[in-house]
Nanobody, 120 residues
C-alpha cells in the first residue's frame, strides 16, 4: 500500500530555516499531485504548498518564503521553509493524490503521519 513518510521537522528560532522531506513508497507509485499541509494546535488543517507537473500553489501566508520541489526519480517532495515565524509552528503533513482538485479541496487520498515544526 502507499505510504508517505515525512522527515526534517524540529525546533528553530524565528528567522531560521527548515527543509521538510517526504518520501513516497512503494517506488512504483507515482502521484502527479503532491502537497504539504499544516495544522496548528486548535486550528483546521490548511494547504501550504502543492505541486504537479504543470503548476505549483502556495498559501498566501507562505508565498515568497516557502518553496516546494519534487524529485520524481527519488519519489520525494521537499518543502524549503525560510524566514520562519512562530505562526508557522504546526504539524506538517505530506499528501498525495492523482487530481489537483482533491489537493485543493483538502481531500487527498494519501497522507503522511506528520512532522512537527516549532518556531520560537
Amino acid at each position: 500500500h502507499v505510504q508517505l513518510v515525512e522527515s526534517g521537522g524540529g525546533s528553530v528560532q524565528a528567522g531560521g530555516s527548515l527543509t521538510l522531506s517526504c518520501r513516497v513508497s512503494p517506488p512504483t507509485y507515482s502521484s502527479p499531485c503532491m502537497a504539504w499541509f499544516r495544522q496548528p494546535p486548535g486550528k483546521v488543517r490548511e494547504a501550504v504548498a502543492a505541486i504537479d507537473p504543470d503548476r505549483s500553489y502556495y498559501a498566501e501566508s507562505v508565498r515568497g518564503r516557502f518553496a516546494i520541489s519534487r524529485d520524481s526519480h527519488e519519489n520525494t517532495v521537499d518543502l524549503q521553509m525560510n524566514s520562519l515565524t512562530p505562526e508557522d509552528s504546526a504539524m506538517y503533513y505530506c499528501a498525495a493524490d492523482r487530481t489537483w482538485g482533491n489537493i485543493l479541496r483538502g481531500t487527498p487520498n494519501y497522507w503522511g503521519q506528520g512532522t512537527q515544526v516549532t518556531v520560537s
